[in-house]
């Protein structure tokens, strides 16, 4: 049969049957490749961003598939972040469309409340994702003008399915992949060296000297949280930062840094925040904490570096309870050497490194994401979509409401082709026998 009139086939049984699904190798024992046929947009990834697309689809009226390689919706939340989380920005800030907050929650969301909002938000649209079912490949299909989506059941061993779509939508965050620096000596190191990801309080380094590497929103609250719990934290500081009061004149940092945007230059919100946070938290380079040239809001946008968003840390670095060290020159049996020469014995190292994408290494695709970065090429807003049905939320550096933005126009836009489509298909699949 020729491949087009196959496919209108095919098309034709998928109003009857959404998910058809043929066995195409291996034999009866598992091993084997199933192909289905999806008939809207594959999602690969099940976190908010990947939930906010879902819901947005379907209150269009367009059905999909989320594909998540771990065994819950928000893995990042639920199964790699410590246990003290809260939202850094208020919830207003970080809400998905169509659903917000509940009133009883606080401005700072717990981690544990977060994500009972994204279960009640997956439970509201009736999105259920298939679990353990990390994508390995994705590729366009040029001759056949769909994606093929391939993914590795977990649990089924050598269980292979092949998803094939019209749309692919990317939403495996900018945190996909913890990032694990390599030190000269590491092996030689005899304590215990763990990224933050596996971090989850500081029960377990009660008494203990802990070198914490990295001074982004992670390490300066895990060095807190290691204070909380009686253990001695060092902060290794490699490069300058931005350190801002979670909250200044009664309100959120955040949320008076974007009102003040509607009425002045970037430029001058920055003096702003600068000058108040001056003020509140003293000069942060005489503790060790040099600050970019470039104003706070001004660096978020042009890099994407997030300044920190203080809720405790610099006031135990003041009294040094935390200290600050410059970067490692390499790792000892027991020690640390720095590169301005000390040595220093420390019991354990947590990695507070960061994240990244994983797109490259399973994307075959050379256009819309960056091959080092794996982030979409394209400047905010409108890195969003691709060619060929090709789509990525959540890539904005702007958090939650960044990943929102993104699931609208994603929907609007599948939107329109899902509707054009429906209208062509009608005359074959609808009209009623000729008489
Ligand atoms: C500690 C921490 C705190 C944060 N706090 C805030 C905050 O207060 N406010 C804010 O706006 N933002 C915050 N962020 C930013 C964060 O990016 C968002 O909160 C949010 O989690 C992003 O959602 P996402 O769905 O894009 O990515 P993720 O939450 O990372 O979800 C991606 C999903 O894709 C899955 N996946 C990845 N690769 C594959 C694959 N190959 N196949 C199948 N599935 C795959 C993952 O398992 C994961 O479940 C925070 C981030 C971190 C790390
Ligand atoms: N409550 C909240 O809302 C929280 C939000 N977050 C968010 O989660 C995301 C990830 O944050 P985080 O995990 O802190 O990661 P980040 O990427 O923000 O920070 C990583 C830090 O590690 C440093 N670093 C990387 N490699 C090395 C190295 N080899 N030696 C020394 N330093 C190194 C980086 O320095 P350099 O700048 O020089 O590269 C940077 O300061 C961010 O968007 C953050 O805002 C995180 C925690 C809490
Ligand atoms: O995703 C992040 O980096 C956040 O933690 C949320 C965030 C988005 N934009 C910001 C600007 C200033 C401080 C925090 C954020």
Redesign the pocket.
Known sequence: MEMGSYLREIEGKLSNDPFLTEKISGGGGGGGMRRVWVPGPVI????????AAAACLKQRGVPSML????NC?????QL??YDR?R???PKQ??ELPFMGFPGDFPTYPSKQQFVKYLEDYAERFDIRPRFN????EAEYDRTLGFWRVR?KRGGCRGDEMEYVCRWLIV??????EAVVPEFDGMTEFGGSIKHTSLYKSGEEFRGKKVLVVGCG??GMEVCLDLCEHSASPSLVVRDTVHVLPREMLGRSTFGLSMWLLKWFPIRLVDGFLLMVSRLMLGDTARFGLDRPIMGPLRLKNMSGKTPVLDVGTLAKIKTGHIKIRPSIKRLKRQAVEFVDGRIERFDSIILATG?RS?VPS?LKEGEMFGKKDGLPRRPFPNGWKGENGLYA???TK????G?SMDAKRIAEDIERCWKAEAKLSTPTTLSPPST
């Open positions: 690969v990834g099940a976190g908010p961003s990947g939930l594909l998540e390689r771990s919706i928000a893995s990042l939340w790699k972040t989380l939202l850094h920005l800030f970080c079912e990390m994508v390995a993914s939403a495996t965050g900018e945190n996909a929103n992670s994240y994983n399973w939320v959540g890539f702007r958090g939650l409401l990943a």
